[in-house]
């Protein structure tokens, strides 16, 4: 039984930083893609970073984070991160942890993704 737990959200003001954590069991992350996702009160959950399997540890980020987001993982403790640093209020959104075991997709749509977790709040104020 594959199981995913994010935590690490809250409440925090511009500029400031946060680092989520999304912590895996029945499953290896360093065996799948890992991605954060993120979804705004009345909005589509988009895509924020992709993690590659394998120890090359290929990212990517959605454009509007670039340079502020850094993901990564911790393979001794099987838990993946997302440091977010230089926060703004468009980044306030529940953010989710999901993994997929596709060989090739487009891993920035939901799709391929096939475990979730339940996700943890984001609130960016001024």
């Known amino acids: 039984q594959v199981q995913l737990v994010e935590s690490g959200g809250g409440s925090v003001q511009i500029g400031d930083s946060l680092r989520l954590s999304c912590t895996a069991s029945?499953?290896?992350?360093?065996?799948?893609?890992t991605a954060w996702f993120r979804q705004a009160s009345g909005k589509e959950r988009e895509f924020v970073s992709i993690l590659y399997k394998g120890e090359r540890r290929q990212t990517s980020y959605r454009s509007s984070v670039k340079g502020r987001f850094t993901v990564s993982r911790d393979n001794t403790k099987n838990t993946a991160y997302l440091q977010m640093n230089s926060l703004k209020p468009e980044d306030t959104a529940t953010y989710y942890c999901?993994?997929?075991?596709?060989?090739?997709?487009?891993?920035?749509?939901?799709?391929?993704?096939?475990?979730w977790g339940r996700g943890t709040q984001v609130t960016v104020s001024s």
């Open positions: 029945g499953v290896t992350f360093s065996t799948v893609v």
């Open positions: 999901a993994i997929s075991f596709n060989p090739e997709a487009d891993f920035t749509s939901r799709d391929p993704y096939n475990y």
